[in-house]
């Protein structure tokens, strides 16, 4: 019980694994939202009827964000970091439930960046074409595949921890 | 990647902006529409549909034409002024302005020309406050670059006597100014862009000397630094034939530019100028595909300030009586 690795022991990994999936899906949602809507703020200052193709291509990057917000909450919730039971687990399922949630913060984090780099592009060429959103939305949406395939690994490596 | 970034939150929303605007640039089908039209009153009509409408409603004669581009550039400016997240890039496009007024001034003064209607107000200075302290020769209160500029150019006119000195101590100080405000920016593009610029005016200048049998110590003067050529390939080609020139460029995207531009023992300088203008919006294109930066935004002022001079060569043209063949040969191909 009072095992631990760099000064953390089990809960207080399971803890960091919760949060980092969170916040570093959160940080990279953050930018590429904020790359894409600031350029879409340009083009709308100009043209307000594009506002509809725009939203889609801001709200893209959004879903890593709510991606780590999933994997975090799944952690609180399967190993009992609300009640008291949370305080039962070992080192070893400690280590292994943050290295679970790492596909998450690493692909999240990314993915959601480069992400904001394609809308922000969609962006542009809405701006020059209107009817093209939809291609600029499936462009997006292509780099969008490797967050959900990291949630994906990230919410069986926890479903394997939980088993032990 | 701190580039991709810093530049959609820098860059994003202004570039947002000028990517709506450039579909409403004129573009090679109404320019050729324009000039293909019956006279400047059809010329006019097919005006009405662009953001050049407004400016034009009143104009009839040549005058009027420059007037209605300079304004239109002026309220350009504003608008870029308001956007653009780096002012100092604007002070690039703006300070040619200034030299070029400096130039006309200085030279008004000591008895070259008349300044009336050829100075611009579209520069950084009030040109009415200049000209009166070029005037009085009170350069205090001039800021720099340009009052260090005038300082030099007017030692070198009361030494010489040669008005030509005031141009080449100006350019030279313009594309010095130029040259740093580009360095500053730490953009390759933007750089590679006023390298090249140089490297065109220090070719021109040396086919303007070769036509004027001037000396090759006047071009080792005049010339230009911090081009992608060294100075040193021109002084050394400076009596050879062209071929030679030619040879020193062949890993240079100049070099057919100047091949072609050969006329006989001399160099056809109109020619070569269309050329240069046409290599400029090529090196241009690239920016069209560079989704966030500060490229599109650069490439906008240049494209919208070339668009103003095609449409200047059109519409004055068409006024002057003109031929559409001539016209449409000196109008330089255009970024969009």
């Known amino acids: 019980m009072n095992e631990t690795l760099l000064l953390l022991n089990g809960y207080q990994w399971a803890v960091l694994a919760a949060s980092l999936s969170v916040i570093f899906g959160g940080i990279g949602s953050c930018i590429g939202i904020a790359s894409a809507a600031k350029m879409s703020a340009g083009v709308l200052a100009e043209d307000p009827d594009k506002f509809g193709g725009l939203l889609v291509l801001c709200i893209l990057p959004g879903t890593q964000g709510i991606y780590g917000f999933i994997t975090g909450l799944l952690v609180v919730v399967f190993f009992g970091l609300l009640g008291g039971d949370g305080k039962s687990i070992v080192l070893a399922q400690g280590v292994r439930i943050f290295l679970g949630c790492m596909p998450v913060m690493i692909m999240c984090l990314v993915s959601a960046i480069f992400q904001g780099a394609v809308s922000t592009a969609g962006v542009g060429m809405v701006a020059k074409r209107g009817e093209a959103a939809g291609q600029g939305m499936i462009l997006s949406a292509l780099v969008e595949t490797y967050a959900v395939l990291s949630l994906v690994v990230s919410l069986f490596l926890i479903m394997a921890a939980q088993a032990g | 990647m701190l580039k991709a970034l810093r530049d959609p939150l820098k860059y994003g929303f202004a570039v947002g902006r000028i990517r709506v605007r ?36 009143e104009a009839a004669t040549p005058e009027d034409v420059e007037q209605a581009l300079n304004d239109y550039l002026a309220v350009l400016y504003e608008f870029l002024e308001e956007i653009y997240p780096e002012k100092k890039i604007l002070s690039y496009f703006r300070s040619r302005y200034d030299f070029h007024n400096l130039k006309v001034f200085l030279k008004a003064k000591y008895g070259e020309k008349s300044t009336e209607r050829i100075w611009s107000k579209l520069g950084m200075l009030d040109a009415e406050v200049a000209k009166e302290r070029v005037d009085e020769g009170n350069l205090d209160e001039i800021e720099e670059p340009y009052a260090s500029a005038l300082l030099e150019a007017m030692e070198k006119f009361e030494e010489d006597k040669d008005s030509q ?39 021109k200048l040396f086919m303007r000397a070769r036509n004027l049998n001037k000396e090759a110590r006047f071009v080792e003067d005049a010339l ?21 020139l030619i040879g020193k460029l062949k890993e240079t995207p100049y070099a057919k530019i100047v091949q072609d531009s050969v006329a006989g023992q001399e160099f056809d300088l109109d020619f070569f100028d269309r050329k240069a203008d046409d290599f400029l919006v090529s090196f241009l294109k690239p920016a069209k595909y560079i989704a966030v930066g500060l490229e599109p935004l650069i490439s906008y002022i240049i494209a919208k300030e070339n668009e103003v001079k095609a449409l200047r060569i059109i519409l004055i043209g068409r006024l002057s009586g003109v031929s559409a063949q001539t016209i449409k040969e000196r109008v330089c191909a255009q970024y969009v």
Request: avoid cysteine; aromatic fraction near 14%.
């Open chain 2, 22 to 57: 450039e579909t409403k640039m004129l573009g090679a089908n109404r320019l050729d529409r324009l000039i293909g039209a019956g006279d400047f009153y059809d010329q006019k009509r097919i005006l009405v549909e662009t953001d050049y409408g407004n400016f034009f409603q």
């Open chain 2, 165 to 203: 000195q005031i141009d080449v101590v100006l350019d030279r100080a313009l594309h010095l100014y130029l040259y740093e405000v580009a360095k500053r920016q730490k953009n390759k593009f933007f750089l590679g862009y006023v390298k090249s610029l140089i490297d065109l005016a220090n070719l």
């Open chain 2, 224 to 244: 230009l630094d911090h081009g992608f050529i060294p100075k040193g390939d021109f002084i050394s080609a400076y009596y050879d034939a062209p071929e030679v």
